[in-house]
Every structure is written in C-alpha cells, then in structure tokens.
C-alpha cells in the first residue's frame, strides 16, 4: 500500500510540473506494473492504476489543452481586434461635411481676453490655436521646444534593499514592464504631447492600452475639462463636461452602433453619457478616473484653476508682426506701380481756355484702346496736362526692411527663444552666450517633460507595476554626443550601469537586453574579431634584445610575441633608428 501510494504521489508531482507525454515515456521505462487506484483526500482526485489509463488521462488531456488553447486564441484575436476598434475612434464624423473658419482677431480683442482671464480662457486658448495655424514664428517657437528632446527613457527596479531579492520575480516584472513600454510609441506620444501642453496650457489625455498591442493617449478638448484639484499622490483631479457629447453628431462616441455594442469611448464616457441624459444638470461633470488620464499644466501651480497657454506674453507682438508683414507688403505692391496721364492738346492762339484739339469722344476712344494694353500695374488717365510718366518712390529700403526683422526679433526676446536656431537668424554670434541661451532653454524643455513624466510615472504604478520607475534622458539634439560621453566615462568608473549607456545611444530597454541576450545566445561577439593592429595591441618587450631576435629573458622575438607596430624596414629608419633598434629600445622598433 505504500509503494502503491508513492507511485500515486509521484504521478502527481509529474502531471503539476511536466507534460504528459513526459509522464508517460517514464512510465513506460519503469514498467506497465498495475497499480490500484489511490484517492487523495485532500484534493478528492483519483490517479490511474494502469498504463492504459495513463494513455487515456494524457489524450483527454490534449482535448483540453486544445480547447483551453483555441480559447485563449479566440480571446487574443478579440483583444486584438477591440484595440484595433479603439485606434480606429472617431474625432469627428466623416460621414458629414466638415467646416473649419478661424475668427479674425485683434490686438483690441486679445488685450481684452487678457485683461480677464478667468472668464476668457478658451478663447485665449482659441487664440493660441489660431496663430500656431497662421504664424510660422509662433509654431516654430512651440515646435523648436517639443522637438527638443529625443525621448530615450531608462527603467528602473525598485525593491527593499534591507532584504534577500527574489531575482526571478524582479526580471519577470522589469521584462513584462519593458515589453509593453516597448510597444507604446514614446517619442511620438509625448512629443505631440509637448505640443499641445505649451500651446493650450495644459494637456489631458486619455490612455487606452490594450497591454501586449501598445498603448497611445487620446487627446480631450480642453474647453471640455477643468482642474478640480490634486490626489493624494500630487497628480491632477480632472473633470470632464459631458455636454461635449450633446454637440453636434459627437454623440456617436458613445451611442451604441448599429450592431448593438457600446460607443468606441472607454466605459467610464459611456456610463457618464446615460447619467447625464438622465438629469443633465446634475450630472454634467464626471471625475475622470486617475489611474487613466495623463495631466499637466505648463504654467506654475497658482494658475492651475485657470490653465493659460505659456506664450500669451508674445500674442501682442505677433499681431504687430502680422501688421509689419502687410504694410512691407502693400509697400512692395506700390513700387512696382506707375501712373501714365496723357495730355488733350488746345488749339492754338485760341481765346477759350477750353478749346480743345480734338473732341472729347475721341479721346474717350483712345483711352479705352490704351487701358486695354497696359499691364495690370500701370494705370493711365487723360488732361489738359503733358504726358508724362508717374512713379512711386521705393519704399522697400533697408530700414523698412529692417522693421520687420526688428518685429521678428522682438518676437523672440520676448518668448525667451533662440532666434539663431529657431529661425535661422545671423544676428547671434556670440558661441558662449549662444551655448548657454541653449542650456536654458533645455531646463525650459525638461521642465514640462519632467510633468509629464511624473504624470505617467503615476499610470504606470497604476496599471503596470508599483517597483517599476521611468525615466526621461535629459538628451537633446544638442547634447547627444556629449551625454552619451558621459555615461561611457562613468562606466569606466563602474559609476552607471550598461543598461542606461544602451538606452542613451537610442535603445528601448526591452530591446536592448534582447539584443544582448540573443548576440550572446548565438555568439555574435566571438565572430566579431579585429584585425591586429597598433590599436589593439601593443609593445611588450621581455627585455633586450639581441641581434638573432632573442631577448636576454629566453625565447626569439616576433611582432606577434610584443604587439604594437609592426617593424620598419632596414631601409625606412634613420641613423638613429638603426641604433635604437640595436640598443632595444621602443623608438627603433
């Protein structure tokens, strides 16, 4: 009875940690011993007496693992499919006509905006939105900070250091973390992202992420969302204005479809969408959840109520720009204008001031024929004057050209900008304050990154692990090669670690360890041999040497025993090369 039970035991262990077709090969190499069946009572199961029901137990259980297969399978190609829906949301309706016109601003109107901002802050945002679409200078501005960084990011494992770490578990969570970061598109997410965070003043987007396809953010429309306040983990408390959906046809976001299923919205839109028809008073603001939103403010704390767009300072100047632009325009226009007058002749010795030539009609005929062969900009007209010809000074000089790069620089000076890079301009040639104009700029740039950062940081915690922290490069186009530097110095020092070398130089940290594992499964460093040369070798001598090539320590010398450069020829050296040479000496070699 008891060999009976450690046979039911052993099949036990095998059937939890190995596959069936395992359990049974071994079976067969210790024999088809009959077996009586044994009840666990602990688990109420019974295991096979006989090798015929082991065959029996290891076909049933193909069914079922093909079936638990085929399920999960189905299941998979639904995700899929549903992320695939998700990507696929509508912004508008395309099925009907869509009309965009921008409203004509004024320096009187902007003024006004922003003498009260509270009660005007979408259209100070509108404003924002209407000159990144019309002012190249405004959007060049905005552009040049958003592009700034290269996005490369590092992770790191978070875990008590007072205690023996489990290292299985920690390389499990750091890996699935890795995988689905690496499947998110970082740079563009978050550049579009930077974006919207200087033009609108604050960004608030919803994450939809279907964790092994990626993830991407949904951008909301900030006249729809307001800052309610802050969680017990300093990020943002949102509310959304669920009267976006009663605009317009918005109401197929969250309206089922014909087919029956739910708006293409996240659940918690369409929840809130029945509540507000329900009492639309009441229910007009929904709490955004906060594990799914990604939130910042590009201004400081104080105007968090109200978020304004970063550069309303430069709104004013913009215009007067614009104002510059058309007046140097209409002068260009003028110059090329000219003004013939053609005089009616008198007859001569006559008494009356009006005794003309050739009669009116005449005239009126002629000049018709001549307005008919002008070009567009020469006008003519007829007098009792001289022909002649009129022309307009050139008011295109260098100081009305010089008016609007003024415009323009006042522009720059007054965002705090670079003009030199941002718009090309020779006027900056100091290379110092040029250098450190840029590193302010970056600690501008890292500024709303490291906002953002924090705000993801919080929706990973959330939805991907609690030990996992990420982190931005604080690398520009600028500093690229100067901050990888840095990490190769620090290596040399044992001061960082490969895994943050590997991510500055543009790696994912999924893809790099894949890729240091895979080269080192298949051996792609052994392949990798370098030709010698003086860069990898060098000059060792075991002492002197004399002239048959042998060195006082014993043994014949050859490039190959010391390294370094190989040896000249008799021919090629001096004097006193030939000396060094018989002296031993590194010079001679």
């Given at each position: ?102 409203y004509r601003y004024t320096k009187d109107l902007i003024k006004r905006y922003l003498a009260n901002p509270y009660n005007y802050q979408n259209e100070v945002r509108e404003v924002s939105r209407y000159l990144y679409r019309t002012n190249t200078v405004y959007k060049k501005i905005i552009n040049s900070y958003a592009t700034l960084p290269l996005y490369r990011y ?436």
């Amino acid at each position: 009875m008891t060999e009976q039970k450690s046979n039911a035991v052993e099949i036990v262990k095998k059937y939890s940690n190995g596959s069936i077709d395992d359990n049974f090969n071994s079976k067969k190499k210790r024999g088809s011993r009959k077996t009586t069946k044994v009840l666990d009572n602990k688990n109420n199961t019974t295991f096979p007496s006989s090798e015929v029901e082991v065959e029996k137990e290891r076909m049933d259980y193909r069914v079922k693992r093909k079936s638990i297969d085929n399920d999960e399978s189905v299941e998979e190609r639904k995700r899929a499919l549903q992320f695939r829906k998700l990507k696929e949301i509508l912004m508008q309706n395309v099925g009907k006509g869509t009309n965009i016109s921008f409203y004509r601003y004024t320096k009187d109107l902007i003024k006004r905006y922003l003498a009260n901002p509270y009660n005007y802050q979408n259209e100070v945002r509108e404003v924002s939105r209407y000159l990144y679409r019309t002012n190249t200078v405004y959007k060049k501005i905005i552009n040049s900070y958003a592009t700034l960084p290269l996005y490369r990011y590092s992770l790191m494992q978070k875990y008590d250091l007072t205690k023996e770490p489990d290292y299985l578990k920690l390389v499990k969570e750091f890996q699935r973390v890795a995988q689905r970061l690496h499947n998110i598109d970082i740079d563009k997410e978050f550049q579009n992202m930077m974006v919207m965070l200087i033009r609108d003043g604050i960004f608030c987007g919803y994450v939809y992420d279907n964790k092994n396809d990626g993830a991407w953010i949904m951008p909301l429309d900030t006249r729809y969302i307001k800052i309610r306040g802050k969680n017990e983990n300093g990020q943002w408390i949102v509310v959304f204005d669920l009267s976006y959906f009663a605009q317009g046809t918005n109401s197929i976001f969250v309206e089922p479809d014909p087919t029956g299923q739910n708006g293409l919205w996240a659940a918690c839109f369409v929840e809130g969408w029945k509540k507000y028809r329900d009492d639309p008073q009441m229910n007009r603001w929904m709490i955004l959840p906060d594990d799914k939103i990604i939130c910042a403010i590009a201004n400081t704390n104080d105007e968090s109520i109200f978020p304004m767009p970063f550069y309303t300072g430069i709104f004013e100047p913009l215009m007067d720009l614009k104002d510059y632009e058309q007046l140097a325009s209409d002068r260009a226009q003028l110059e090329n204008y000219a003004l013939l007058i053609g005089k009616i002749p008198l007859i001569k010795d006559s008494d009356r001031v009006d005794d003309f030539a050739v009669s009116i009609e005449l005239v009126q005929e002629m000049q018709s024929l001549i307005d008919a062969a002008l070009p567009e900009l020469v006008g003519s007209g007829y007098s009792p004057l001289e022909y002649d010809v009129i022309t307009f000074d050139h008011s295109n000089t260098t100081e009305n050209v010089d008016m609007v790069s003024q415009s323009i620089s006042n522009v720059f000076t007054q965002a705090g900008a670079e003009e030199l890079i941002v718009a090309g301009s020779k006027s900056s040639t100091n290379t110092v304050a040029l250098k450190y104009k840029i590193l302010n700029d970056t600690s501008t740039c890292f500024m709303w990154l490291g906002r953002l950062e924090s705000s993801f940081n919080y929706y990973i915690k959330r939805n991907m692990s609690e030990h996992i922290s990420f982190e931005f490069h604080q690398e520009t186009w600028f500093n690229e090669s100067d901050y990888i530097q840095k990490f190769k110095d620090a290596g040399t020092l044992g001061a960082t670690t490969g895994l943050d070398y590997m991510t500055a130089l543009g790696y994912t940290p999924y893809s790099a360890l894949c890729k240091l594992q895979m080269e080192g499964v298949m051996g792609v460093r052994k392949l990798m041999q370098p030709f010698q040369n003086s860069y990898s070798t060098s000059y060792k001598p075991n002492g002197d040497i004399d002239d048959n090539g042998t060195s006082k320590a014993g043994g014949v010398y050859t490039p190959e025993d010391v390294g370094g450069r190989p040896l000249k020829d008799e021919i090629d050296i001096s004097e006193k090369g030939e000396e060094a040479r018989a002296e031993g000496r590194v010079e001679g070699m």
